[in-house]
């Protein structure tokens, strides 16, 4: 038998195999109060990232998007916004309970799009489909992110643009408070919103073992992107990286 490969699950080694299923069980733990916690954890930040992540998607009226890892759907109605009746936004997660969450949302606010329930590394779609493929928030959580970033390239039109909005380095002088926060308050918070420190714990630690600002720019590149650039935000919190398929 060969010897069995490992991956990080925040900063516990496990199985490649397993990692699916842990993350799945912490999705589908959160993904009731996800919305909620996102306002909390961020002081509401996390909609301005994503507004600003939409400014520079370059998606236009009858654009074709796909929110890849979408969640509860709020990124994909912002696209859908941009997009108008003539586009196609295409909301996208591997957990069930989460893309459910997001497929009844854009239903209540009136936006029918189409939800499919898929793994990032293995999409789905034709080749060269999409105007826009964005994920936010998502990839670090994935086992084989070269894969993913792989096959989002793939099905990216000639002139697309990949975005990936991801917790990033933060700035040095922030870095003992952000880490207090981090591994202090927000399994705290987790406990008294969602009663699930230890999910919160995973999501901080799986900040720290995701690609930083240089790292993931050379990531993209050898999927195939060009002309990658990233903007950090909140002081390098978040950085939001764009890649381009020519």
């Given at each position: 038998m060969g010897e069995q490969k490992t991956t990080h699950f925040g900063y516990e080694q496990v199985a490649e195999e397993d990692k699916s299923r842990k993350v799945a069980g912490v999705f589908s733990s959160v993904a009731q109060r996800y919305d909620l916690m996102n306002d909390l954890m961020s002081a509401g930040l996390h909609r301005l990232w994503k507004r600003f992540a939409v400014s520079r998607s370059g998606v236009r009226a009858g654009s074709r998007v796909l929110d890849v890892a979408g969640g509860t759907g709020d990124l994909a109605a912002l696209m859908q916004a941009r997009a108008g009746p003539a586009g196609e936004?295409?909301?996208?997660?591997?957990?069930?309970?989460?893309?459910?969450?997001?497929?009844?949302?854009?239903?209540?606010?009136?936006?029918?799009?189409?939800?499919?329930?898929?793994?990032?590394?293995?999409?789905?779609?034709?080749?060269?489909?999409?105007?826009?493929?964005?994920?936010?928030?998502?990839?670090?959580?994935?086992?084989?992110?070269?894969?993913?970033?792989?096959?989002?390239?793939?099905?990216?039109?000639?002139?697309?643009?990949?975005?990936?909005?991801?917790?990033?380095?933060?700035?040095?002088?922030?870095?003992?408070?952000?880490?207090?926060?981090?591994?202090?308050?927000?399994?705290a918070l987790g406990k008294l919103v969602a009663n699930d420190a230890e999910s919160y714990r995973y999501l901080a630690e799986s900040i720290r073992r995701h690609p930083g600002q240089e790292e993931l720019k050379q990531m993209m590149e050898q999927a195939g992107c060009e002309r990658v650039e990233y903007h950090n935000l909140s002081g390098g919190v978040v950085a939001l990286h764009v890649g381009h398929r020519f």
């Open positions: 936004v295409w909301l996208t997660d591997i957990n069930g309970a989460m893309l459910t969450r997001g497929r009844d949302r854009l239903l209540n606010e009136g936006t029918l799009a189409p939800a499919v329930q898929c793994d990032a590394e293995r999409l789905p779609f034709p080749d060269a489909y999409f105007d826009c493929v964005i994920v936010a928030f998502g990839l670090r959580n994935m086992t084989h992110k070269d894969l993913a970033l792989a096959d989002m390239h793939r099905v990216l039109r000639a002139g697309g643009r990949l975005l990936v909005l991801e917790f990033s380095r933060v700035w040095s002088p922030l870095k003992p408070l952000y880490d207090a926060y981090s591994f202090q308050v927000l399994p």
